[in-house]
């Protein structure tokens, strides 16, 4: 499974910006999907999730009720729209699928693909 991002790019605060990340291959609809950012000088951490079958969705506290997760299998993408944003937002993020077979959802290690990266920068 190859993952491209992209959507990433500067914005003021309070703004918003919509992340894609597309997905190579037939069996899309089997993986979990999830966005994870590190900031400069941080760890990777997580940031939200969608299960394979779409009914479960899982944001970090930082984000909630401020991004929102969709996936769309017939397009094998995933989006993250991401509102009133704040510098402390500003890192790399990337997409990561993990196979249906897995629970952890929260967890980076859990994750068997990645995509590259697309950067969010935030100015205050």
């Known amino acids: 499974v190859q993952l491209v991002e992209s959507g990433g790019g500067l914005v003021q605060g309070g703004g918003s910006l919509s992340l894609s990340c597309v997905a190579s291959?037939?069996?899309?609809?089997?993986?979990?999907m999830g966005w994870f950012r590190q900031a400069p000088g941080k760890e990777l951490e997580f940031v939200s999730a969608?299960?394979?079958?779409?009914?479960?969705?899982y944001y970090a506290d930082s984000v909630t009720n401020r991004f929102a997760i969709s996936r769309d299998d017939a397009k094998n993408t995933v989006y993250l729209q991401m509102n009133g944003l704040k510098p402390e937002d500003t890192a790399v993020y990337y997409c990561?699928?993990?196979?249906?077979?897995?629970?952890?959802?929260?967890?980076?290690?859990?994750?068997?693909?990645w995509g590259q990266g697309t950067q969010v920068a935030v100015s205050s």
């Open positions: 990561a699928a993990q196979e249906g077979s897995k629970s952890d959802h929260l967890n980076k290690q859990m994750y068997d693909y």
């Open positions: 969608i299960d394979w079958r779409g009914g479960t969705i």
């Open positions: 291959g037939r069996t899309f609809s089997t993986y979990t």
